[in-house]
Structures are given as C-alpha cells and as structure tokens.
C-alpha cells in the first residue's frame, strides 16, 4: 500500500488557519491534495491533523483524515517525522500493509503532479535508498554568505572573497514540499537527511517557503504569474 501523508495542524500563529485559508481560490491543503490524488500512485491520501475544521476541508476534497492527532504531536515544536511515523503506525495497527509513504505539506501549491512521479521513480530506482526529497538551489552562492556581528559583518567562508560566483560550488537546499521513503524508512529514521537520500532538483521559481503574510502575498504572485504564463 503506498499512501501520501500530509500534516496539517490547527495552531498556525503567524499566519492564522494557513492550512485552509483560501489560495489562489482553493483552500491551501486542497492543492496538495489534488496533486497527491492526480498522480495516480496512492492507494490513500490521508491527512494528519488535529483540527476538526482542517478534517472537514479535507473530506470535501477526497482526503481520508481516519484518526486525530494526539495533542503531544500538534504543538509548535513537534518535528515532522514523528507525525508521519505516528501515521504510519496507525495504519499498521489497522490492519493497512505500508510499503512506500510520500509526506507531502500542506502548503505546497507549486508541488506538481511530475514532481511526485519523479520522486517515486529515484526511489523505486534504488533499493539501497531511504528516502528521495525535493530540493533546489540557494538564490545567492552560499559561500559567499555573510555574518553579522557588533554592527560588522565578516564572511562565513573568508577563502572565497574573492572567488567568482559562476567558480563556487551550486548549494542546495530542502525545498520543503514532498518526502518519499519506504516505510520501514520512516518508522527507523529520525530525519530525512541520510546517507541513502536522493535529491528530486526544483527550479526555484516553483518553491517558496510560506510561514509570514510577506511569503503568503509572494507565492499568490508567482502562483499566479505561473498559471499565467501557461495560459499564454
């Protein structure tokens, strides 16, 4: 059984209900959903919550929400893994045989549909591999990145003051939108970065981190920009 997770508590503080509050005319979750359902891999899409206005939102989009998470899993400081292994091992008890679980967050409106196949391909390709993660590049070269301290700044990597940036290394970062693993994977790991994890690369103008109103207002323009870009 492969099955897509996604977490979606009720406390957001900085943006108030960010798991459904309207996007670009649906309800933020809903975007996830629907891409999780268009693939055409999981046999479920089951959300994670502990809020029962976020459960309604996601049975009017087809998600299956079969428990409520326990309180010690939906405070603020609760990493993701142990929501998804708590899924996991929900299932498991009830008698569904997990083979492959794909997290997928609730406010990921630029994960497509090719990402998610993607990202089942590297794992499927691999049997050596835990998980396989979206990622994309840093704006700016990394190692040319700066601290500040006593009103001075001085650079993180000094050795390259005075590389080009086209001669630097391309960083990467988690791009925050889907997770694949095997489920034994999610059930011994604590985090996703192993040694037996791929990369699934994103252009960077599809990924946008949304924990402020500033980030909310940049990803309704570049979603919308997007579609319509397409639409020409």
């Known amino acids: 059984m492969k099955v897509a997770i996604i977490p979606a508590r009720g406390g957001s503080r900085r943006i108030p209900r960010k798991n459904i509050r309207p996007f670009c005319g649906r309800p933020m979750i809903a975007w996830s959903i629907q891409a999780a359902q268009g693939c055409g891999l999981f046999d479920r899409v089951v959300v994670s919550t502990d809020c029962e206005e976020i459960t309604k939102v996601a049975k009017d989009y087809g998600a299956w929400v079969p428990f409520r998470r326990p309180p010690e899993l939906s405070d603020d400081h609760t990493p993701t893994m142990p929501v998804i292994r708590h899924a996991v091992q929900w299932l498991d008890h009830n008698h569904h045989q997990v083979t492959q679980v794909c997290c997928v967050y609730a406010t990921a409106p630029f994960l497509e549909v090719s990402d998610l196949l993607a990202g089942y391909q590297a794992l499927q390709s691999d049997p050596q591999l835990d998980f396989a993660f979206s990622v994309t590049t840093f704006d700016f070269p990394v190692w040319r990145g ?11 990597w000094p050795e390259h003051q005075l590389t080009r940036s086209q001669d630097l290394e391309t960083a990467y970062h988690d791009a925050g ?6 489920a034994d994977a999610f059930r011994r790991h604590d985090g996703f970065f192993t040694a037996q994890s791929a990369p699934v690369v994103l252009p960077a103008h599809r990924v946008q981190d949304i924990d402020t ?9 570049m979603f919308l920009a997007l579609k319509s870009m397409r639409a020409a």
Not at 146 to 156: A, G, S, Y
Not at 177 to 182: I, L, T
Request: charged share 35%; hydrophobic share 40%.
């Open 146 to 156: 700066l601290r500040i301290q006593d009103n001075r700044v001085e650079m993180l």
């Open 177 to 182: 939108q889907f997770y694949w693993g095997r």
């Open 213 to 221: 109103p500033e980030d909310w207002t940049r990803a309704e323009l």
